[in-house]
Each structure stands twice: as structure tokens, then as C-alpha cells.
RNA sequence: GGGGCCGUAGGGUAGCCUGGUCCAUCCUGCGGGCUUUGGGAGCCCGUGACCCGGGUUCGAAUCCCGGCGGCCCCA
């Protein structure tokens, strides 16, 4: 059925595709004369809407509330907690000149906005009835990053930074909150028809200041990871460094603990990369901006015929609730048909004489590039299903390039050989230590993942770690990472 | 951190080594005209560029120096 899909370039060069994509599909432009900071072009910022859309409607449903803190952060504040200045301070924008004159108290451009909300959350934040207190926003944020910026996958401004900021009274509730985290996530990468898989980071890379850290990967067509969200658990790590208290029923004052949940654009760099093909982009229907285009097919003698079958096609479709766009500019068909397709638009329906002539219509599919006729008074019923085997089709291709991309092994050298094409996601039995962890990394060139989650303790049943032969306690996972 | 390659119209390129033949090639895009319309039709006209600064020279896209920007490899 997919006969006519190609993924030649997709798969091999993917670095190249995915850059011409993003501007040739009209996702963002990256002329801007900063290094790392894109132009968000209407067609690409639709689709990262459609995306929000759903993230806000599930925070809807959670009980989290938006806010909107200042992008701008003393730097008396961001020195708080230890941890996260370390992992941060080497990448952060400064803002030290007002005018022509030095700032007594410098400024940082949010990497990230722990030290931004917090010191406002303990003046919030009174008493056990405040608490879960759930937050959350969608906001730029600046890091000066010095490995290679990519559009969406690596930048210096994050322009969608999504991060909901919770606080409960105790660990398990937290723990309950991260647990949360991971259902909206499923819902929304099922709703994105991506497949990931969630690890738990080593210690030493978790993030700054966290007692731990989750994260989603998904695989991209060249075989490297993409970690498109994270949870963290804080512990009581923030709420100490900014006092964060609340009172007990008992009127004791104890410190709250702490999450965040983070995702960006790399949503859509996700959604681009995983389902996209040599014919440009294949967007879910849920987040196509335009779901259906219908192409009208004039002939000399009947145009006017085929322009009225056209538009009430697209009305009828409009009136079902479906996101429809009809084609009427003055070019040859074959020509609107690559253009669409570039841009993903998940159905197209060509109409021409013979199809006003016999009422019906042909449906063609973006992701598999197969046509079909069907009759005119069907004509939304079948849109809908051809909808739903889109997402399908989808979630069930990116699944099985995801699960065949996973190695088991128990040596160091069969996961050399995993890597020898640089593809691919291994995972290996781990004792557990830094140590170790460190050495497989240097010996595989990968970067540890971390450790499915939740964790999988039958398959290290009487496995030894690879590095000093001690017992297995965890499966650790490598990849080499965007 | 170390090394290499590169910067020419909106995009992609030729020219650079061996300075003058270049008011810079071709493709694409864009504007216009004729013609066409079930998978990128054709022809014609038009539009548009040598990254920045300095140097060498009678003369620099081309050689040299510096800056800025991009890409790749290694650690």
C-alpha cells in the first residue's frame, strides 16, 4: 500500500532534508542574522499551535493554571539553589547595561523559570488547603548554546517553552504528579501519533537541581534520539533554597515539594521528522492547519462546472467540522499536488468532469500516496475514516522504526556493532555505578539515556554489568543524541 | 580545546588554482505576455548577487591580512 512512498533522502541524509524541509514547507525561515533564533512562518506557527492547543486543553483537565512570569531574572534570584546554577551559568544571556549604564544587579534571560517563579510561589503558597499548587506557561526562553543550533531541535531562543511548575506536601504526592506528567504525555503523543519511550536519567545527568529526572525520547530517521519532554522531580531541593513553606493541619511549617514537566517545539521537529517522507512533510490530521485540499480539475469547456463541484464539496466538509482549503490558482494540477503534498495536508480530493459528471470525487492520502474514488454523498463519512487510517498508518510505521531501532544486549562489542551506522538505541545490562556508566559512554561514544521507566527488573534477572562484571541492577540505554 | 573547508541574486550554483576575455554562468524563484490544464508543460520579455574592512596591483569575485558568518572532522 505504501508502495509509493519514498524515504531515500528522509533516511540517508536526513540533516539535509529536515533543513530545506523546515523552510521549503514554510515551518520557519533561518535568515534572521542571529545565530540560533528562527522566524516562526505562519504556516509552520499554525501547526505549533494546533500542537498548544491540545497542551492547553490538558492542562485544562488537570487543574493546572496558566501564568506569565517576566522573561528578565535578577541574578540575586538565579543564584539560589547550587545545582542549577552550575548546570546553567555557562549558557545564560546577560543583561548588564541599561543605556549607557551598568546594572547594579545584573539580569539573566530565562534559561528555564525555577528561579523565576519560586521566590513568588513562597509568598503564594500559605497553607496545606493551597496545596497542589499547579502552574504552568508557554514562553521564550535563552540559552546560549555553542554545539550546532538547529531549527526547533536545538536553538538559542526557545520561542514555545512549555513548563508546568507543581507543589505538594509530601513525596508521594509529587510522586502521583509525575504520574500525571507521563498520562498527558502519552495523550499527547498519541495525538501526535508518536511513539517514545521514557527513561530515567543517570544522576549525572539529571537536571540541575532535580532529585531526579525523566525523560521522553523519540527516534529520528537517522537513528539519533530526540528528547522532546521532560519531568523532574525537585524533592524539597528549591523549596529550600527559596523557603518555599506551607502550614499543616498541625501548624507545623514544612517545605513543599516539588515538579516540573518541560516541552518545546521540538514537538513539531518530532512530528516533522518521524512521519515526513521524501515528498516534503505528513502531518496528523489533528494538527494539519488545512486537513483537506480540494483540487479542482478544469476542463476548457466545463471549468465553471468543476470550480461550483469544488467549492461545495469543501463546504459541505467545512460544515462537518473539517479544516478544508480549496485550490483555485491558475496552475496545472500536477504542480498543486506537489505542493501540498510538500506542505503535509493529510487528504487532497481531486475533482474533475468526469467526477461532477458521475458524482464522486477522488480521495488521495498523504501518507501513502494511494488514491481512491468514492461517491459524492460520502464524500465526508470517507474523509473521516481516511482521517482515522492516517493516524493509524502513522502511529503503527513510526512504531515499528522506533522498536526495530532497539537492541538488547549483554556485551560491550555487540553494542559496538550496534553503532557501527551510527543508528539506533542499545540497551545493556548496568551495575548501577557512575563509573561504569561513564565508561560505557566513552567506549560506545553514546550517550546514557538512563533506565527504562518504570523500571524493568525481570530482564537483568542473573545479567552481569559488561564494565566490572558485578551484578546487573538496572538496564541502562544508549543512544547517540540531538 | 585542536584541525580543515567554505562565503557569488530569494534558494541552488559556474567562474577563483593561472588577476584583465565578467557592467559575472546556468537552474530555480519572482513580475509580465502568449499558450496550456487527471502528476512539476512550452516559448518570449523582465527582475535580481561577488559577506565586511584593509592591503598588493595599471587592474581584484579571483592574491594577501584581519573581522564576521556557515559547514565538517577530531578531543
Not at 542571529?34 to 483537565?61: A, C, Q, T
Amino acid at each position: 500500500m505504501a508502495g509509493k512512498v519514498k524515504r531515500e533522502k528522509w533516511s540517508e541524509n536526513f540533516s539535509e532534508w529536515y533543513n530545506e524541509l523546515i523552510e521549503t514547507a514554510g515551518i520557519q525561515d533561518k535568515r534572521y542574522p542571529v545565530k540560533g533564533m528562527n522566524i516562526w512562518l505562519p504556516y509552520g506557527l499554525k501547526i505549533m499551535r494546533n500542537i498548544e492547543r491540545f497542551i492547553h486543553s490538558e492542562m485544562e483537565r488537570t487543574g493546572h493554571e496558566e501564568v506569565l512570569f517576566p522573561a528578565l531574572i535578577p541574578e540575586t534570584e538565579f543564584q539560589k539553589e547550587a545545582e542549577h546554577i552550575a548546570g546553567f551559568e555557562g549558557e545564560v544571556f546577560w543583561v548588564t547595561h541599561a543605556g549607557h549604564d551598568p546594572l547594579d544587579i545584573r539580569l539573566i534571560l530565562r534559561p528555564t523559570s525555577e528561579t523565576a517563579m519560586y521566590s513568588m510561589f513562597s509568598l503564594w503558597i500559605r497553607s496545606h488547603a493551597d496545596l497542589p499548587f499547579k502552574v504552568y506557561q508557554i514562553v521564550n526562553t535563552y540559552r546560549y548554546e555553542t554545539k550546532h543550533t538547529r531549527p526547533l531541535i536545538r536553538v538559542r531562543e526557545i520561542s514555545r517553552f512549555f513548563e508546568a511548575h507543581t507543589a505538594h506536601d509530601s513525596y508521594e504526592d509529587a510522586e502521583r504528579q509525575i504520574r500525571e506528567d507521563l498520562e498527558i504525555f502519552d495523550r499527547l503523543a498519541k495525538f501526535l501519533a508518536i511513539p517514545y519511550i521514557i527513561s530515567k536519567r543517570p544522576d549525572w545527568d539529571k537536571f540541575p537541581g532535580a532529585y531526579y529526572s525523566l525523560g521522553a525520547e523519540i527516534m529520528m530517521p537517522d537513528g539519533r534520539t530526540l528528547q522532546i519532554g521532560t519531568m523532574h522531580n525537585y524533592r524539597q531541593n528549591f523549596a529550600k533554597a527559596y523557603d518555599i513553606k506551607y502550614e499543616t493541619e498541625e501548624g507545623e511549617h514544612e517545605y513543599v515539594h516539588q515538579t516540573t514537566f518541560g516541552m518545546s517545539e521540538r514537538l513539531l521537529a518530532a512530528v516533522m521528522a518521524i512521519h515526513g517522507d521524501d515528498n516534503g512533510l505528513v502531518l496528523p490530521p489533528t494538527i494539519a492547519p488545512i486537513q483537506v485540499v480540494v483540487v479542482p480539475i478544469p476542463k476548457k469547456d466545463a471549468e465553471a462546472d468543476v470550480f461550483a463541484y469544488a467549492r461545495e464539496i469543501a463546504e459541505e466538509l467545512r460544515n462537518a467540522g473539517i479544516r478544508v482549503h480549496v485550490d483555485e490558482r491558475d496552475i496545472r494540477p500536477g504542480r498543486k499536488y506537489y505542493d501540498w503534498e510538500l506542505k503535509g495536508v493529510p487528504v487532497r480530493i481531486e475533482v474533475g468532469p468526469r467526477d461532477v459528471e458521475g458524482r464522486k470525487a477522488v480521495i488521495a492520502r498523504r501518507d501513502t500516496l494511494t488514491k481512491e474514488v468514492v461517491e459524492r454523498a460520502e464524500i465526508v463519512e470517507a474523509v473521516r475514516k481516511t482521517f482515522d487510517g492516517i493516524m493509524d498508518n502513522l502511529y503503527n510505521r513510526a512504531k515499528e522504526f522506533l522498536e526495530s531501532h532497539i537492541k538488547r544486549v549483554d556485551t560491550i562489542e555487540e553494542a559496538k556493532a550496534v553503532f557501527e551506522d551510527r543508528r539506533g538505541i542499545v540497551e545493556i545490562p548496568w551495575c548501577g555505578s557512575e563509573e561504569c556508566g561513564l565508561k560505557m559512554e566513552e567506549e560506545l561514544d553514546a550517550k546514557m539515556l538512563g533506565t527504562p521507566y518504570p523500571e524493568e527488573k525481570a530482564r537483568i534477572e542473573g545479567k552481569k554489568c559488561p564494565v566490572c562484571g558485578r551484578e546487573a541492577k538496572f538496564i541502562a540505554r544508549f543512544a547517540r543524541t540531538y
